[in-house]
């Protein structure tokens, strides 16, 4: 990705990290965002062109979705989902490497973040460009 490429950083256990391993001590599927980054409509650009790509380790059961807000200083109720962003992993899936998906979305957002429901496996990291 070109310059202004970006890996999204999740809060664990405290420590900022781009990618989520799915603890042993986990009983149920597990909800993490991004710190937030900002979005084409921070900068006032028009196109409003962003793309993301979702590196997952071949185990990996769960959601990723991007999300976006027009809020200048958001609090969580101002969070949306980026329509055909969300991309579901099932245990069922059949995946012998690792995968990587990417995604484009269009919109003027303020801030942008993913959000990861994982209920095993590894998110190696979620890259973001605008």
């Known amino acids: 990705m070109p310059a202004l490429s970006q890996n999204l950083e999740f809060v664990v256990s405290t420590t900022s990290t781009v990618s989520i391993t799915y603890p042993n001590t986990a009983t149920s599927m597990l909800i993490y965002n991004s710190n937030k980054a900002k979005g084409d409509g921070y900068y006032g650009s028009s196109d409003g ?10 185990d990996f059961v769960g959601t990723v979705t991007m999300q976006a807000t027009l809020a200048s200083a958001p609090v969580e109720r101002d ?52």
């Open 79 to 130: 969070w949306f989902n980026i329509t055909d962003t969300a991309q579901v992993y099932r245990s069922t899936d059949y995946r012998s490497t690792s995968t990587i998906n990417y995604f484009n979305f269009t919109g003027n957002f303020v801030w942008v973040r993913s959000q990861v429901k994982i209920a095993d496996g590894v998110v190696q990291a979620v890259s973001y460009n605008h």
């Open 49 to 58: 062109l962003h793309t993301v790509t979702y590196e997952l380790n071949s």
